[in-house]
């Protein structure tokens, strides 16, 4: 079970390394050839029939996650890595380091809290990490300063089809892309796990400049805000209802012409597709649009509920949405090579 | 100029849709350029060949806009703003389509203070009865800009997407005023400026030039109680010290303050304390590139009222033909 095993790996921004061996090892059974550039992407690589165009799909293999920053006694100060709520925090569990040293986030008790700090959220820096230990000497040993640390989350399959973990953001990608590896196209085909893309995007230029794609998609795990106290119109996407395209976010404005060729491949091969509704947000894609002369762009997703956060939800139907997509996609650029230059404006 | 300026601002030209732009400034350079190329994300580029400097003249050609997120049963539509849209700019407006449809833009009216406006509780009218109507004339995705015809009156010209249509048509106006020169001159009309200087830095990195000087607006302090800023509409085009982007380069800063000295026109020194624009990116591009720009002082930016002064765009053709050729 690739997603149970690839959400299981720790893999937090500039940490890849566990998820990069794994991912390297799955691979090496298809690619022609395997890149470790010098930030750390995965660069695999498959000759295609023609070679007469490069398309570069791009997941990240980064998550969320914190570093170990101070001590107090033996209790860890910790800062984030990435995008995270801090209100979900209090209470959850965290594994330390490449050890996986098991730890807890605590806070000051509620019935020892001031009038005043029960009506606040608890912020960040009055929270700590205990692993069981009782002097700082003790938790400096297990939990260096620098050590990173992820969210603990035990994969879980539950209700019809729907699959809880944490790091769905972006493993569901590096497990679709896992199996487009597999098959073989008339161009030549680049697929990319990509780093620190939650701490600024910036494995994937890097990537994009070595590769000099004619053609990009980046696969992602991206928000679904279906849910109460959300009205329709803000629903960034909907669980169940499809791969998701996105029509423009923070940092890049995909490719119109890709993004129609898309949706219509999908609705022509009944493949359940709906458009991100929201605009917020970024991913690769803003830095790939804008390597070297400019690069053509998309980026399809997988609807996660409660994303960057340990118990990240989403529904199988919509990986598989999304994984017939892209192969659908890539069948088509096969078949007609000269689709890939008609995007460019 | 004016009738230019008119044709110009007129087109829907929002970020990342810039065909129609594109198009309407080929039809009027084309004849009086070596070379013209448009680049993958749409950058439109006119080459006036030579064996001299290489310079680049980057005017963004996209302007600020909505695009639809979502469609109700009712047939309203609900929007993302593309750049940098006021919301309580917005209400009251119309936008207009490509296709023609036009909407009007407001807000949910059990808004209880104005404080607490988002735009997610605005809304497009675009007069449907229904989503199955509403469908039939725009889709998800689709953009528009706001509605603010052309008018002159005296040397004052009130428009929408003066930002940077000014800029765009000083630098047609460049092209067919051109002196002279040995220089190559690469007029470059760039996509995506408003969504984060996208299409400049593209560009830049494909053309590798000696300097770069763009086209653009920026704002005044010449309003009622307004922000301090030294630059002031009619005071002459200005040229850029810095904006929050970029530092501009010494040489091309004296390049355009000397050249403005040689032919006797007025200018300013612009110091923009809030917004980026093209040389942002450019000058961080292949390895640096010595940047700076041209400033057009325009009034009230970002809104379908942007009110400039035709004798500073005239000047600002002025400027940017003397110091492309004489550099």
């Given at each position: 079970m690739l997603i149970k095993e690839l959400t299981e790996l720790n893999g937090v921004s500039g940490n890849e390394d566990e998820v990069r061996k794994f991912i390297k090892a799955e691979a090496e059974k298809y690619a022609d050839s395997i890149t470790e550039d010098s930030m750390g992407n995965l660069i695999c690589y498959k000759k295609g029939?023609?070679?007469?165009?490069?398309?570069?799909?791009?997941?990240?293999?980064?998550?969320?996650?914190?570093?170990?920053?101070?001590?107090?006694?033996?209790?860890?100060?910790?800062?984030?890595?990435?995008?995270?709520?801090?209100?979900?925090?209090?209470?959850?569990?965290?594994?330390?380091?490449?050890?996986?040293?098991?730890?807890?986030?605590?806070?000051?008790?509620?019935?020892?809290?001031?009038?005043?700090?029960?009506?606040?959220?608890?912020?960040?820096?009055?929270?700590?990490?205990?692993?069981?230990?009782?002097?700082?000497?003790?938790?400096?040993?297990?939990?260096?300063?620098?050590?990173?640390?992820?969210?603990?989350?035990?994969?879980?399959?539950?209700?019809?089809?729907?699959?809880?973990?944490?790091?769905?953001?972006?493993?569901?990608?590096?497990?679709?892309?896992?199996?487009?590896?597999?098959?073989?196209?008339?161009?030549?085909?680049?697929?990319?796990?990509?780093?620190?893309?939650?701490?600024?995007?910036?494995?994937?230029?890097?990537?994009?400049?070595?590769?000099?794609?004619?053609?990009?998609?980046?696969?992602?795990?991206?928000?679904?805000?279906?849910?109460?106290?959300?009205?329709?119109?803000?629903?960034?996407?909907?669980?169940?209802?499809?791969?998701?395209?996105?029509?423009?976010?923070?940092?890049?404005?995909?490719?119109?012409?890709?993004?129609?060729?898309?949706?219509?491949?999908?609705?022509?091969?009944?493949?359940?597709?709906?458009?991100?509704?929201t605009t917020t947000g970024g991913n690769d894609a803003g830095k790939i649009q804008l390597s070297r002369e400019g690069v053509v762009v998309a980026s399809v997703s997988v609807p996660c509920r409660y994303i960057h956060s340990p118990v990240s939800v989403m529904n199988r139907r919509d990986y598989e949405s999304c994984l017939s997509l892209v192969k659908a996609v890539l069948d088509e650029f096969s078949s007609n090579e000269n689709l890939i230059e008609s995007f460019k404006a | 100029m004016f009738d230019l300026l008119k044709k110009l601002t007129g087109i829907v030209g929002v970020s990342g849709n810039e065909e129609e732009i594109r198009e309407a400034i080929i039809e009027e350079i084309k004849d009086c350029v070596d070379e013209i190329k448009v680049d993958t994300l749409g950058n439109l580029i006119a080459v006036k060949k030579g064996k001299g400097k290489k310079i680049m003249v980057a005017t963004h050609m996209d302007e600020i806009g909505i695009m639809v997120t979502y469609i109700d049963d009712k047939g309203f539509l609900r929007f993302s703003a593309i750049g940098g849209v006021s919301r309580y700019d917005s209400i009251g407006q119309r936008v207009k389509f490509k296709n023609g449809v036009v909407g009007a833009v407001y807000y949910e009216e059990k808004l209880d203070d104005m404080k607490n406006l988002q735009l997610s509780k605005m809304y497009i009218d675009i007069g449907a009865k229904s989503k199955e109507e509403a469908q039939k004339m725009v889709n998800i995705g689709d953009v528009a800009c706001f509605v603010g015809d052309a008018v002159l009156q005296g040397d004052t010209v009130i428009s929408k997407a003066l930002d940077n249509r000014s800029g765009c048509a000083v630098a047609v106006k460049a092209i067919k005023d051109l002196k002279k020169t040995d220089n190559e001159i690469y007029f470059v009309f760039t996509v995506?400026?408003?969504?984060?200087?996208?299409?400049?830095?593209?560009?830049?990195?494909?053309?590798?030039?000696?300097?770069?000087?763009?086209?653009?607006?920026?704002?005044?302090?010449?309003?009622?109680?307004?922000?301090?800023?030294?630059?002031?509409?009619?005071?002459?085009?200005?040229?850029?010290?810095?904006?929050?982007?970029?530092?501009?380069?010494?040489?091309?800063?004296?390049?355009?303050?000397?050249?403005?000295?040689?032919?006797?026109?007025?200018?300013?020194?612009?110091?923009?304390?809030?917004?980026?624009?093209?040389?942002?990116?450019?000058?961080?591009?292949?390895?640096?590139?010595?940047?700076?720009?041209?400033?057009?002082?325009?009034?009230?930016?970002h809104s379908p009222v942007e009110t400039a002064s035709m004798s500073d765009i005239n000047n600002a053709a002025k400027l940017l033909v003397e110091a492309i050729c004489k550099y």
């Open positions: 029939v023609s070679s007469k165009y490069r398309v570069m799909l791009s997941a990240h293999m980064d998550e969320v996650g914190f570093m170990v920053t101070g001590y107090d006694d033996g209790l860890i100060k910790f800062a984030s890595i990435g995008g995270i709520d801090e209100r979900i925090l209090p209470g959850k569990r965290v594994l330390v380091g490449e050890k996986r040293i098991p730890g807890v986030i605590g806070s000051k008790p509620i019935h020892l809290q001031e009038k005043i700090e029960r009506g606040n959220n608890i912020k960040q820096k009055n929270m700590y990490i205990d692993i069981g230990a009782e002097k700082k000497e003790e938790a400096e040993k297990l939990a260096p300063l620098g050590e990173y640390i992820a969210f603990h989350s035990v994969y879980t399959e539950f209700g019809d089809g729907c699959i809880k973990a944490k790091a769905l953001d972006d493993r569901i990608g590096c497990a679709i892309l896992l199996e487009i590896l597999k098959e073989t196209y008339r161009f030549d085909l680049y697929v990319c796990f990509t780093v620190q893309e939650e701490i600024g995007l910036r494995g994937a230029g890097i990537a994009a400049f070595r590769v000099k794609p004619d053609i990009a998609i980046v696969v992602e795990g991206t928000t679904c805000s279906d849910v109460p106290g959300v009205r329709e119109h803000e629903y960034s996407t909907v669980m169940g209802q499809g791969a998701a395209l996105t029509i423009m976010d923070r940092t890049s404005y995909p490719n119109k012409k890709l993004v129609d060729f898309m949706y219509n491949t999908a609705k022509n091969k009944n493949i359940p597709v709906q458009y991100k509704q | 995506q400026e408003e969504v984060g200087l996208r299409g400049a830095r593209t560009a830049a990195f494909s053309l590798k030039p000696d300097i770069a000087i763009a086209v653009d607006i920026t704002m005044t302090g010449d309003t009622p109680e307004s922000h301090p800023m030294e630059v002031k509409c009619g005071g002459g085009p200005a040229i850029k010290i810095k904006d929050r982007s970029v530092l501009c380069h010494p040489e091309v800063r004296k390049l355009l303050e000397e050249s403005a000295k040689r032919i006797n026109i007025p200018y300013q020194l612009e110091i923009l304390e809030a917004g980026g624009s093209d040389p942002g990116s450019i000058h961080l591009t292949a390895g640096g590139i010595p940047s700076g720009a041209i400033s057009i002082p325009v009034r009230y930016v």
